[in-house]
Structure formats: structure tokens, C-alpha cells
């Protein structure tokens, strides 16, 4: 196995994490499968506030870093 596939399996493990916890830091907002056990009985469904706007905008750029790892680990398992 050569660097780069190494240094790129590693990189997509730790985004891989990271992207987990992010994904499990949002609040629930309802319509999903928490309401189908009785989850949605939240009385607040007013705006976001700025922490979970960013939290919204790091999760994406997160989950776009973990998608080119992937195009990038693909490319290099194609062409070496």
C-alpha cells in the first residue's frame, strides 16, 4: 500500500468520525422517525439559532470533505 492510499484511508476514517458526531450533535426537528415513537412532542419549533447554522455548515463541509476522500481513494485504487 502506498502513502498516499495510507494517508487518505486514515484522513477518511477520522471524517468519517467527525461527520458521525456532527450528524449526532443536530437536534431533532420532527417529521422523522423519531415522531413514529413519540418523540415529536416539542413545543419550540421556532428559527435555528447561529450555533446550529453552523453547525449545519460545518456538517456540510465536513460530509464534502469525506465525499472527494472517497473520489480520491477511488482514483487511486483505479490508476495504481
Known sequence: ????I?????????????????ILLH???GG?????FGGGMSTSM???SV?????DRLTVIVGL?????IIGL?????YS
Open 51 to 55: 450555533a446550529e447554522r453552523n453547525l
Open 27 to 29: 437536534k431533532g426537528r
Open 32 to 36: 422523522g422517525m423519531s415522531d413514529l
Open 1 to 4: 500500500m502506498t502513502w498516499p
Open 6 to 22: 495510507m494517508t487518505l484511508s486514515i484522513v477518511l476514517v477520522v471524517l468519517s468520525l467527525i461527520l458521525a458526531l456532527f
Open 46 to 48: 421556532g428559527g435555528t
Open 65 to 69: 470533505l469525506w465525499f472527494t476522500t
Open 74 to 78: 477511488l482514483a487511486l485504487y483505479r
